[in-house]
């Protein structure tokens, strides 16, 4: 019974670690449903192409801007007055309910996306260089510590587990 208990435990552990949603995956279902209305990674639409807007802007720029655009611009914000000109004058709805964790995945997945695109040709079909899965790298390795984590932990579960049935085993023999 405490056997199935522990099992039982390691299991919810590794599927609730495997499934977490990596931070790329996040920012792009967000985006898409949230912002590809007017923005795209790579092209002007509506608002502007936010590739590469991670160097333009701070991070604490782009999360204020994005829970209310106009509190920044009435503010006075020299770039976002400027940016708010150039584009008509087209206020960007206020998000102010995604957290800062929210709009750090979205730059992620900008981030992603813009690399993806290398080859700018203008014909470019968006979509198309996409990696398959974001292959991990060193700013995700709290993802990568984690997974090793379980690789771990699920070899080392097996190897008790037939370390077990043998002292059962030679147990067994000895009454
Ligand atoms: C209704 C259209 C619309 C939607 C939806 C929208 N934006 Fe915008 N966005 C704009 C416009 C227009 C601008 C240009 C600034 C302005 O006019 O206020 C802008 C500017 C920005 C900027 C500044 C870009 C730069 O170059 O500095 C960021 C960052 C941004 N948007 C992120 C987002 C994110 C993230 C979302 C989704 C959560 C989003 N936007 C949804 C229209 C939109």
Known sequence: ???KITQLA???FISSHVMATPPV???KAIFSSRCAACHN???VVTGPA??????????????NFVHSSQTVIKKGDKDAVALFDKFNKIPMPDHPDLTSDNIKSIVEFIKSE??????????????????????LSITNY??????LAVVTLLIF????????KNMERIMRRNQ
Do not use: H
């Open 1 to 3: 019974m405490k056997r």
């Open 10 to 12: 390691l299991i919810f």
């Open 25 to 27: 995956e996040e920012g």
């Open 41 to 43: 990674v790579n092209k």
């Open 50 to 63: 936010l590739a590469g807007v991670d160097q333009r802007r701070s991070i604490d720029w782009i999360i």
């Open 114 to 135: 813009a690399s993806a695109g290398t080859e700018k040709a203008p014909f470019n079909k968006p979509g198309k260089l996409r990696p398959v899965y974001t292959p």
């Open 142 to 147: 709290g993802f990568f510590i984690g997974y």
């Open 157 to 164: 579960g097996l190897l008790m587990a037939v370390k077990v």
